[in-house]
């Protein structure tokens, strides 16, 4: 489902507030183990969907590649893009992740983050993104926990005085649509269970080379003391593969 969110007024702004947003990647909790996981960018041509401000693109770019694609479906998202990165050669295009549609192998990575629990349909943008990448080509992405996306609460268990108890996870196999709460605004996503995730990856002609659930770094915790919660249990779920 083609939404968007980020073009609304109050969503935009609230998410500009975001330590991610205004301050880019160093604020991002599951930063320091997804730069591990990303191949090298030196002379490559790179794709990355679903763009946002712009960080990975601007991230590869200073790495060395030789042609970087941020797409967005959020106008408001690529202009901002296009403002963190007027020193760099970086094409943005506004257009949605269902709609790509570019040549075969025509890129060496895709990069995505944060994306595809927005997606309904995970099957076809997999296997467009084999196609479009070259024999060997690298694809590392992120998105939403199934353990944080089975309910669509996606809130704690708390006590009488607002103490967290727990993270509770339900209707885990049932798959499907999730009308939840984001910046104040009902947002769609959609939840898949492990087992659906890297399955569709395997039979999109892709091999895992790596899979995490990430907690936030002790230098993230230190300057974000409010995150300390994260590590009790996984709010995203990161993967790196190749196309066979």
């Known amino acids: 489902m083609k939404q968007n969110k980020y073009d609304d007024k109050s969503f935009f702004e609230n998410y500009g507030k975001m330590p991610r947003s205004a301050e880019g990647l160093n604020a991002a909790g599951e930063w320091y183990i997804l730069r591990e996981m990303l191949p090298e960018f030196k002379d490559k041509n790179v794709l990355d969907l679903g763009c946002g401000y712009g960080w990975h693109c601007i991230y590869a770019k200073e790495q060395g590649a030789e042609k970087v694609l941020g797409i967005d479906l959020s106008q408001k998202m690529i202009e901002k893009a296009k403002e963190n990165s007027k020193d760099l050669v970086i094409d943005y295009r506004q257009m949605a992740i269902e709609d790509i549609d570019f040549k075969p192998e025509e890129f060496d990575v895709v990069i995505s983050s944060l994306a595809f629990h927005y997606?309904?349909?995970?099957?076809?943008?997999?296997?467009?993104?084999?196609?479009?990448?070259?024999?060997?080509?690298?694809?590392?992405?992120?998105?939403?926990?199934?353990?944080?996306?089975?309910?669509?609460?996606?809130?704690?268990?708390?006590?009488?005085?607002?103490?967290?108890?727990?993270?509770?996870?339900?209707?885990?196999?049932?798959?499907?649509?999730?009308?939840?709460?984001?910046?104040?605004?009902?947002?769609?996503?959609?939840?898949?269970?492990?087992?659906?995730?890297?399955?569709?990856?395997?039979?999109?002609?892709?091999?895992?080379?790596?899979?995490?659930?990430?907690?936030?770094?002790?230098?993230?915790?230190?300057?974000?003391?409010?995150?300390?919660?994260?590590?009790?249990?996984?709010?995203?779920?990161?993967?790196?593969?190749?196309?066979?």
């Open 119 to 244: 997606v309904k349909n995970l099957k076809v943008i997999f296997d467009k993104i084999n196609a479009y990448l070259k024999k060997g080509g690298n694809f590392v992405f992120s998105m939403e926990h199934p353990a944080f996306t089975s309910r669509p609460e996606q809130d704690w268990f708390t006590d009488s005085d607002g103490n967290r108890l727990h993270w509770p996870i339900d209707n885990y196999q049932d798959e499907g649509i999730r009308h939840t709460q984001f910046l104040g605004h009902e947002v769609i996503k959609y939840h898949r269970t492990f087992e659906t995730i890297v399955n569709t990856l395997i039979n999109s002609n892709f091999t895992i080379k790596q899979i995490s659930e990430p907690k936030p770094s002790q230098e993230i915790l230190e300057k974000y003391p409010e995150m300390v919660d994260e590590a009790r249990r996984p709010i995203f779920i990161l993967i790196s593969a190749v196309k066979n």
